[in-house]
Protein backbone atom coordinates (compact mmCIF):
# COMPACT_ATOMS: atom_id res chain seq x y z
CA UNK A 1 0.00 0.00 0.00
CA UNK A 2 2.49 2.47 1.06
CA UNK A 3 5.95 2.55 1.88
CA UNK A 4 8.01 3.67 5.41
CA UNK A 5 9.10 6.77 3.91
CA UNK A 6 5.18 7.85 4.56
CA UNK A 7 5.98 7.03 8.69
CA UNK A 8 9.02 9.33 8.48
CA UNK A 9 7.13 12.54 7.04
CA UNK A 10 3.95 11.37 8.64
CA UNK A 11 4.75 11.23 12.19
CA UNK A 12 5.49 14.31 14.04
CA UNK A 13 8.84 13.49 14.62
CA UNK A 14 9.88 17.14 15.84
CA UNK A 15 10.75 15.23 19.50
CA UNK A 16 12.76 12.42 17.94
CA UNK A 17 14.61 14.81 15.87
CA UNK A 18 15.22 17.34 18.93
CA UNK A 19 16.94 14.13 20.99
CA UNK A 20 18.36 12.71 17.79
CA UNK A 21 16.28 9.79 18.16
CA UNK A 22 14.74 10.02 14.84
CA UNK A 23 16.66 5.78 13.90
CA UNK A 24 15.79 4.72 17.38
CA UNK A 25 11.88 5.92 15.67
CA UNK A 26 11.73 4.37 12.37
CA UNK A 27 13.51 1.21 13.84
CA UNK A 28 10.30 0.93 16.31
CA UNK A 29 8.29 1.68 13.33
CA UNK A 30 9.43 -0.81 11.25
CA UNK A 31 9.24 -3.18 13.89
CA UNK A 32 5.65 -2.33 14.24
CA UNK A 33 4.56 -2.55 10.48
CA UNK A 34 6.78 -6.06 9.84
CA UNK A 35 4.37 -7.41 13.09
CA UNK A 36 1.12 -5.97 10.90
CA UNK A 37 2.68 -7.47 7.45
CA UNK A 38 2.99 -10.53 9.60
CA UNK A 39 -0.68 -10.62 10.20
CA UNK A 40 -1.61 -9.55 7.08
CA UNK A 41 0.50 -12.56 5.67
CA UNK A 42 -1.40 -15.16 8.08
CA UNK A 43 -4.60 -13.75 6.62
CA UNK A 44 -3.89 -14.62 2.62
CA UNK A 45 -2.68 -18.05 3.98
CA UNK A 46 -5.74 -18.68 5.61
CA UNK A 47 -7.57 -17.48 2.91
CA UNK A 48 -5.55 -19.44 0.04
CA UNK A 49 -5.55 -23.15 2.38
CA UNK A 50 -9.22 -22.45 3.92
CA UNK A 51 -11.11 -19.41 1.95
CA UNK A 52 -11.98 -18.07 4.67
CA UNK A 53 -10.53 -15.13 7.45
CA UNK A 54 -10.64 -15.98 11.31
CA UNK A 55 -12.85 -14.23 13.10
CA UNK A 56 -10.60 -12.54 16.10
CA UNK A 57 -10.51 -8.80 17.15
CA UNK A 58 -7.91 -6.82 16.23
CA UNK A 59 -4.06 -6.29 17.46
CA UNK A 60 -4.15 -2.99 18.32
CA UNK A 61 -6.18 -0.04 18.86
CA UNK A 62 -8.80 1.09 16.67
CA UNK A 63 -9.52 4.64 18.04
CA UNK A 64 -6.56 7.48 16.82
CA UNK A 65 -4.50 8.99 19.34
CA UNK A 66 -3.16 12.34 19.43
CA UNK A 67 0.09 12.79 19.93
CA UNK A 68 1.73 14.55 23.69
CA UNK A 69 2.79 18.33 22.70
CA UNK A 70 6.23 18.17 22.56
CA UNK A 71 6.93 21.36 23.78
CA UNK A 72 4.55 20.86 26.61
CA UNK A 73 6.09 17.39 27.61
CA UNK A 74 9.55 19.14 27.99
CA UNK A 75 8.17 22.13 29.80
CA UNK A 76 6.13 19.99 32.11
CA UNK A 77 8.67 17.10 33.28
CA UNK A 78 11.24 20.62 33.95
CA UNK A 79 8.53 22.38 35.73
CA UNK A 80 7.30 19.15 37.98
CA UNK A 81 11.39 18.11 38.80
CA UNK A 82 12.40 21.61 39.84
CA UNK A 83 8.85 21.12 42.30
CA UNK A 84 10.01 18.69 43.68
CA UNK A 85 13.57 19.55 44.62
CA UNK A 86 12.34 21.83 45.70
CA UNK A 87 9.98 20.57 48.21
CA UNK A 88 12.80 17.89 49.59
CA UNK A 89 15.41 20.76 49.44
CA UNK A 90 12.94 22.97 51.60
CA UNK A 91 11.76 19.70 53.76
CA UNK A 92 15.03 18.93 54.82
CA UNK A 93 16.19 22.18 54.84
CA UNK A 94 13.39 23.52 57.08
CA UNK A 95 14.20 20.56 59.68
CA UNK A 96 18.02 21.36 60.09
CA UNK A 97 17.36 25.23 60.42
CA UNK A 98 14.82 24.51 62.88
CA UNK A 99 16.51 22.24 65.23
CA UNK A 100 19.44 24.27 65.14
CA UNK A 101 17.67 27.76 65.79
CA UNK A 102 16.10 25.69 68.32
CA UNK A 103 19.36 24.78 70.07
CA UNK A 104 21.29 27.86 69.70
CA UNK A 105 18.21 29.56 71.15
CA UNK A 106 15.65 28.34 73.03
CA UNK A 107 14.28 31.43 74.32
CA UNK A 108 12.57 32.35 71.28
CA UNK A 109 8.86 31.20 70.61
CA UNK A 110 8.61 28.36 68.94
CA UNK A 111 6.40 30.12 66.01
CA UNK A 112 9.12 32.26 65.44
CA UNK A 113 11.89 30.16 65.38
CA UNK A 114 9.56 28.12 62.49
CA UNK A 115 9.08 31.37 60.99
CA UNK A 116 12.70 32.22 60.75
CA UNK A 117 13.54 28.63 59.76
CA UNK A 118 10.64 28.74 56.68
CA UNK A 119 12.38 32.13 55.49
CA UNK A 120 15.76 30.63 55.36
CA UNK A 121 14.65 27.26 53.78
CA UNK A 122 12.71 28.64 51.20
CA UNK A 123 15.19 30.91 49.61
CA UNK A 124 17.95 28.55 49.55
CA UNK A 125 15.48 25.85 48.44
CA UNK A 126 14.29 27.34 45.72
CA UNK A 127 17.91 28.21 44.51
CA UNK A 128 18.63 24.09 44.83
CA UNK A 129 15.25 23.54 43.09
CA UNK A 130 16.05 24.82 39.89
CA UNK A 131 18.81 22.27 39.53
CA UNK A 132 16.09 19.56 39.59
CA UNK A 133 15.74 21.23 35.76
CA UNK A 134 19.16 19.29 35.33
CA UNK A 135 18.84 16.45 37.79
CA UNK A 136 16.54 14.94 37.43
CA UNK A 137 14.66 17.18 34.61
CA UNK A 138 17.03 16.35 31.75
CA UNK A 139 16.98 12.73 32.08
CA UNK A 140 13.01 12.43 32.96
CA UNK A 141 12.43 14.30 29.40
CA UNK A 142 14.61 11.33 27.44
CA UNK A 143 12.64 9.09 29.01
CA UNK A 144 9.14 10.19 28.33
CA UNK A 145 10.61 11.60 24.95
CA UNK A 146 11.99 8.14 23.86
CA UNK A 147 8.68 6.55 25.57
CA UNK A 148 6.52 8.91 23.12
CA UNK A 149 8.48 7.96 20.57
CA UNK A 150 7.71 4.95 20.57
CA UNK A 151 3.86 5.44 20.82
CA UNK A 152 3.88 8.04 17.74
CA UNK A 153 5.95 5.37 15.84
CA UNK A 154 3.41 2.54 16.73
CA UNK A 155 0.40 5.13 16.16
CA UNK A 156 1.26 6.20 12.70
CA UNK A 157 2.05 2.26 11.73
CA UNK A 158 -1.43 1.66 12.86
CA UNK A 159 -2.91 4.92 10.82
CA UNK A 160 -1.31 4.50 7.70
CA UNK A 161 -1.20 0.69 7.33
CA UNK A 162 -2.82 -1.28 9.95
CA UNK A 163 -6.13 0.74 10.46
CA UNK A 164 -7.38 0.94 6.69
CA UNK A 165 -6.40 -3.00 6.05
CA UNK A 166 -8.59 -4.00 9.20
CA UNK A 167 -11.56 -1.99 7.61
CA UNK A 168 -11.05 -3.96 4.24
CA UNK A 169 -10.81 -6.92 6.59
CA UNK A 170 -14.09 -6.71 8.18
CA UNK A 171 -15.72 -5.74 4.22
CA UNK A 172 -13.92 -8.82 3.37
CA UNK A 173 -14.62 -11.43 5.48
CA UNK A 174 -18.59 -10.31 5.58
CA UNK A 175 -18.59 -10.72 1.87
CA UNK A 176 -17.29 -14.40 2.34
CA UNK A 177 -20.14 -15.39 4.36
CA UNK A 178 -22.48 -13.44 2.49
CA UNK A 179 -21.86 -13.62 -1.60
CA UNK A 180 -22.01 -16.78 -3.35
CA UNK A 181 -19.89 -17.26 -6.12
CA UNK A 182 -21.30 -18.49 -9.81
CA UNK A 183 -19.38 -20.59 -12.55
CA UNK A 184 -16.55 -19.16 -14.20
CA UNK A 185 -16.46 -15.80 -11.64
CA UNK A 186 -12.96 -15.13 -9.44
CA UNK A 187 -13.70 -17.03 -5.87
CA UNK A 188 -13.98 -14.35 -2.95
CA UNK A 189 -11.52 -15.62 -1.46
CA UNK A 190 -9.15 -14.03 -4.51
CA UNK A 191 -11.06 -11.39 -4.44
CA UNK A 192 -9.64 -10.73 -0.75
CA UNK A 193 -6.95 -11.89 -1.20
CA UNK A 194 -5.59 -9.38 -3.75
CA UNK A 195 -7.37 -6.12 -1.60
CA UNK A 196 -5.69 -7.33 1.57
CA UNK A 197 -2.34 -7.73 0.18
CA UNK A 198 -2.38 -3.96 -0.98
CA UNK A 199 -2.44 -3.08 2.67
CA UNK A 200 1.22 -4.79 3.21
CA UNK A 201 4.08 -2.10 4.26
CA UNK A 202 6.55 -1.55 1.53
CA UNK A 203 10.25 -1.79 2.43
CA UNK A 204 9.63 -2.20 5.82
CA UNK A 205 12.31 -4.95 6.23
CA UNK A 206 15.14 -2.33 5.27
CA UNK A 207 13.72 0.75 7.29
CA UNK A 208 16.77 -0.27 9.99
CA UNK A 209 18.81 1.13 7.46
CA UNK A 210 17.06 4.37 7.59
Not at 155 to 175: C, D, G, I, L, N
Amino acid sequence: MGSMGHIAVGGGVLLASFFGAGKRYMRIAAEAAQQANAEIRHDLETLRVAGRLEDRPPSRPMQPRRPVNSFLMIGGTYAASALVCFLIWFAILFVAFNTLQSSVDSSQPAGATALGSGMFAFVIAFVLGLFGIVVPGIPLVFFFAFRENTKRAREEVASEFYRPYWEARTRQMHALTTVHPTEGSVPPAAIAAAELEQFLATDADTADAL
